[in-house]
């Protein structure tokens, strides 16, 4: 983690002169607003604030400070609006507020599944369409609310022969494809804790991730396709099973038609049976899923976020902040193994119908996503920022292109939008377009802040922080500030917060991670900035994790796949958000004696990341340096080299007296994209 007095990038001051709104709801849309309905209906039970007529802003302002003020009677409203089926009732909302270690709902059960499938439940909606499954070819494949029950039940009850009990994990080396939320809701049914890596990662990375959580059972592809070609995985495969000696079970799906290893398990096999799901009723903080951090400093963070926690986060979040409900098509681009794909499977606990797409966000050509979003008839749709800017520099026009008229809302994360990118979303797609930035993390697997369908758009700004959360900017003091550049932070707790990290028995690791700065207050690793309008602007990481296409990865990842190559003594490398939208993720190579950057070993050193870890993560250039700096105890110096290259001065960036060598950095401090000093 970032030290408590690095230094923020420069304010993105609000000014005495209030902006215009770049879009603004019309009233009948945000009076018809769930969020709204849900404000009346909280008000007449719960002792909400009432809407304020004709002044969403106040009524949205009002609710926000009760919900953040009066968190169990806030969380008590969700469950009720939203028909949260307890299986067991609570005892109390919230026994402990403090964090880490709030308790929610003790004693209650429930399923998270059985809520994601309750659409089925309703027979004038059983052959519409939970899943639409897209692939390069863009041609929708639906799966209708009863076949994804059916297919869900027939492999619980397998995975239940199997011996998976609750508590055990199960994991999937899966791409975004029906077979994957599939797997994972029975994997929810039986109690057991899902956790999923995409199939570009390499193998090292997968095992980085799931030996720790030692899995009983492996979906798995024989391979996967993208920009336009098929991608072999069997031997990484192979080599996982070596390598997971937990395992009891592999079960094959054949994306690519490969026949299945010796002793795995056919996935048709698996589903074949028409079986009623069983739900297990598991207690509100029992482990539904395992997300991993960017493993900055080694091992990535095992992070477990529990069934009942997400399941409320999602219901508010997706129900309330995206306005999303049954008549909805929920897209994002996204793959297995980032949050978002748990979030967007979670559409279904709204009842909408959720679109996979598999494959590259930018083949045959940049406008992909535009037309999965105009094939599938989406509502709305989530992407990266980055993607966004590749579309406007290749001037791409989907409003002129591509019949978006269901289209309500573009979403973005991954990255903070530039304001370019909301204009060109507001000139290119539509003008009375939603444009919703949201900012969050696998962390939290949820948003801190981002979308409300009552406000107003800002270009460059984030419309608000989201209910039950209680964001503010702090300086390295921890005091809160407005209009200016703090850090990130959480003051109260949140559902959605990590139960624990696995393999980290007395939370120290968990402590570290989040309220080392701020004891009792998550701080997130964001610098951010709350205006006197309540709106928020997020500026970057203010740690080290590298952020490619919304995909996290750490450092210690790179360093650990380069450094095998003799050539290499050390290395260091960065992502830094440029002012224009864009990343420049360069790596700086120490070379041994003797060694040259030549094309050779540049090949090699892209090969190595490209092959052991993600293409994604293949440096933007890759120079040549006198020397890595370091911390006095020996930490790579990550953070103050990404301000230096994002033009912070050197004494801002860091403490010279805390660096083993400060002419290094003056080294640094010199160059520009492009390497040149």
């Known amino acids: 983690m970032t030290a408590a007095h690095s230094t923020p990038p420069s304010a993105h001051s609000a000014g005495s002169d209030v902006p215009r709104p770049l879009w603004q709801p019309a009233p009948e849309r945000a009076d018809s607003a769930r969020i709204t309905r849900f404000q009346t209906w909280a008000a007449e039970r719960h002792g909400a604030p009432a809407p304020v007529p004709g002044d969403p802003a106040a009524s949205y302002a009002a609710l926000h400070a009760w919900s953040v003020r009066e968190l169990p009677a806030f969380w008590q409203a969700v469950t009720e609006w939203f028909d949260v089926r307890f299986t067991t009732p609570y005892e109390t909302v919230l026994a402990d507020s403090a964090m880490p270690g709030a308790r929610w709902f003790p004693g209650a059960t429930l399923n998270y599944a059985e809520h994601a499938l309750r659409a089925a439940e309703d027979p004038a909606r059983a052959a519409e369409p939970a899943l639409l499954h897209v692939d390069e070819r863009h041609e929708p494949e639906p799966v209708g609310w009863a076949e994804l029950r059916r297919r869900v039940g027939s492999l619980a009850a397998e995975l239940r022969r199997l011996g998976v009990r ?44 799931f030996q720790q959580v030692e899995p009983t ?45 010796g002793g795995a398990l056919e996935w048709d096999d698996l589903i074949a049976a028409d079986t009623e799901p069983e739900f297990e009723p598991v207690p509100f903080d029992h482990p539904l899923w395992v997300l991993y951090s960017s493993g900055t400093t080694g091992l990535p963070k095992a992070i477990v976020q529990s069934q009942g926690g997400i399941l409320v986060e999602h219901l508010k979040q997706i129900g309330l902040h995206c306005d999303i409900g049954p008549e909805d098509r929920f897209f994002w681009y996204t793959s297995t193994g980032w949050m978002m794909w748990n979030f967007l ?5 709204a009842g909408s119908t959720v679109v996979l797409y598999d494959g590259s966000p930018g083949y045959p050509d940049t406008a992909a996503q535009w037309r999965v979003a105009e094939r599938t008839g989406a ?52 003008d009375d377009l939603w444009i919703a930035s949201v900012s969050g993390g696998t962390d939290v697997c949820s948003c801190f802040a981002g979308a409300v369908p009552t ?7 984030l419309q608000a922080p989201c209910l039950g959360t209680d964001l503010q900017a702090w300086d390295p003091a921890g005091k809160p500030l407005t209009d200016e550049v703090g850090e990130l932070v959480v003051v109260n ?6 139960i624990r990290f696995w393999n980290d028995p007395d939370g120290t690791r968990y402590r570290e991670s989040y309220f080392d700065m701020y004891p009792g207050v998550w701080r997130h690793g964001d610098w951010t900035t709350l205006t006197g309008r309540n709106t928020v602007i997020i500026h970057g990481r203010s ?75 293949v440096p933007d250039e890759v120079i040549e340096v ?52």
């Open 455 to 461: 406000l107003p758009v800002y270009t460059g700004e």
């Open 345 to 349: 499977v979670s559409g279904l606990l």
């Open 626 to 677: 006198p020397g890595v700096p370091h911390t006095l105890t020996g930490k790579r110096l990550e953070v103050p080299v990404k301000r230096l290259l994002q033009g912070t001065e050197l004494e801002k960036a860091v403490n010279p007296g805390s660096v083993d060598n400060v002419e290094l950095l003056r080294f640094y401090a010199g160059l520009t994209p492009g390497g040149a000093a």
């Open 166 to 209: 609750p508590g055990d994990r199960v994991s999937g080396y899966l791409p975004n494809i029906p077979q994957a939320v599939v797997a994972f809701l029975a994997t929810a049914a039986v109690g057991g804790v899902w956790t999923s890596c995409a199939p570009d990662f390499g193998a090292r990375s997968v095992l980085d991730r």
């Open 379 to 430: 509502t709305v749709y989530g992407t990266s920022a980055a993607y966004v800017m590749a579309c406007r520099k290749a001037e791409v026009h989907p409003g002129r292109d591509f019949d978006l008229s269901r289209l309500k809302c573009v979403a973005t994360t991954g990255s903070p939008l530039p304001p370019d990118g909301f204009r060109w979303l507001h000139d290119a797609v539509a």
């Open 493 to 498: 707790p949140m559902p959605s917060m990590p």
């Open 543 to 617: 740690d080290s994790t590298l952020n490619r296409q919304g995909v996290r990865m750490g450092s210690a990842d790179i360093y650990e796949a380069v450094e095998r190559l003799p050539e290499i003594r050390e290395s260091l490398v960065v992502g830094v958000e440029q002012d224009d939208g864009g990343y420049w993720m360069p790596l700086f190579v120490h070379l041994a004696p003797g060694a040259a950057l030549d094309d050779d070993l540049l090949a090699r050193i892209k090969t190595t990341i490209r092959q052991s870890l993600s293409p994604r993560h």
């Open 217 to 261: 059972v492996l979906f798995t592809v024989d391979g996967y396709r993208y920009g336009g070609k098929e991608h072999d995985r069997t031997a990484t495969v192979a080599e996982l099973c070596r390598e997971l000696p937990s395992l009891r079970a592999v079960v094959h799906v054949p994306l690519l038609g490969s026949p299945a290893p």
